[in-house]
T-cell receptor, first 114, second 116 residues
Framework: AQSVTQLGSHVSVSEGALVLLRCNYS??????LFWYVQYPNQGLQLLLK??????LVKGINGFEAEFKKSETSFHLTKPSAHMSDAAEYFC????????????FGTGTRLQVTL | EAGVAQSPRYKIIEKRQSVAFWCNPI?????LYWYQQILGQGPKLLIQ????????DSQLPKDRFSAERLKGVDSTLKIQPAKLEDSAVYLC??????????????FGEGSRLTVL
């Protein structure tokens, strides 16, 4: 079964600073990988996804993530944080089998300070 | 395009009482999911429907939880009797199909349950 590990339940950055949210997956076969964002009192929204095409994936709101098979990682980055980026971010993985399902990490809460 | 609708947004009940949550997915979406999100954890899949059939309910506590999707459109999730550990946000999501690797689920705003 897939498992997803997000390092750091809380990350705080200054406005304009680099955002780096870490995600590692456990699978011998690279799964499909996703980042979702959840703003307060809202449902989850897809930021970006990796489905074995380009290893660098660009998403909405200036976010991108790079798939690194050797490190089993899919870290999320944004060059310059904005106050509106404050939210909870979830990494998720879906296996490539027909019976696979989406498995979420425990989430990282991003705080952006002035 | 209307999003995934859920109700109620908030519910407070005593333990051993029952509660039901309703979800109306995006029109035309064949697949519907119910997730449980406990505070500090990621969403956990409870049940997945493809049209009105169950695809995966392996993590649904069937002694107290039940869900149905009559006519392959809207769905109801019921908890009876509720326990303290059921306090969570119940998220409904839908997607157009069941193709592996899409991962693009459209989520509702969730129903927050507090069990006292």
């Amino acid at each position: 079964a897939q498992s997803v590990t997000q390092l750091g339940s809380h990350v705080s950055v200054s406005e304009g600073a680099l955002v780096l949210l870490r995600c590692n997956y456990s699978s011998s076969v690279p799964p499909y990988l996703f980042w979702y964002v959840q703003y307060p009192n809202q449902g989850l929204q897809l930021l970006l996804k990796y489905t074995s095409a380009a290893t660098l994936v660009k998403g909405i709101n200036g976010f991108e993530a790079e798939f690194k098979k050797s490190e089993t990682s899919f870290h999320l980055t944004k060059p310059s944080a904005h106050m509106s980026d404050a939210a909870e971010y979830f990494c998720a993985a879906e296996g490539t089998g027909t019976a696979s399902k989406l498995t979420f990490g425990t989430g990282t809460r991003l705080q952006v300070t002035l | 395009e209307a999003g995934v609708a859920q109700s109620p947004r908030y519910k407070i009940i005593e333990k051993r009482q029952s509660v039901a949550f309703w979800c109306n997915p995006i029109s035309g979406h064949a697949t519907l999911y119910w997730y449980q999100q406990i505070l500090g954890q990621g969403p956990k899949l409870l049940i997945q429907f493809q049209n009105n059939g169950v695809v995966d309910d392996s993590q649904l506590p069937k002694d107290r939880f039940s869900a149905e999707r009559l006519k392959g459109v809207d769905s109801t999730l019921k908890i009876q009797p509720a326990k303290l550990e059921d306090s969570a946000v119940y998220l409904c999501a839908s997607s157009p199909g069941h193709r592996v690797g899409t991962g693009e689920l459209f989520f509702g705003e969730g129903s927050r349950l507090t069990v006292l």
